[in-house]
């Protein structure tokens, strides 16, 4: 960044630089969006039923199983991956399954990993 003064402390930015900042910056209301998105990750229980869907379609059932927890807290932790469109499901006659919702999922968990693992 070009330095164009600095009168009490503050750095001036050049014209330039505000147009390309301006430029990419998405609309407040996406911001938003992707705020609320990545909030979704800060939770370690919804972490843990994303990395057992990395792994197979499960139900409900299934998922409290292996993470040793109840059906209620999965299912609702479900509820709010699905609000997010982290996850999708499908009905098998009364059990519903439940996977992730695309490839984008796999990737932000794993570059998620490696950047913590660096």
């Known amino acids: 960044m070009k330095e164009t003064g600095s009168e009490n402390g503050y750095i001036h930015v050049d014209e330039m630089t ?39 379609e499960m139900c409900v059932y299934d998922i409290a199983a292996v993470l040793g927890m109840s059906q209620s807290a999965i299912s609702h932790q479900l509820r709010v991956l699905k609000q997010m469109d982290l996850v999708k499901n499908r009905r098998e006659g009364k059990t519903i399954f439940y996977s992730l919702a695309d490839a984008h999922i796999v990737t932000i968990l794993s570059q998620g990993l490696d950047h913590i693992e660096e």
Do not use: H, N
């Open 18 to 56: 505000l147009r390309t900042i301006d430029e990419k910056m998405p609309p407040q209301e996406e911001l938003q969006d992707l705020a609320e998105f990545f909030k979704v990750f800060g939770d370690g229980t919804r972490l843990k039923i994303l990395y057992v869907l990395l792994s197979a």
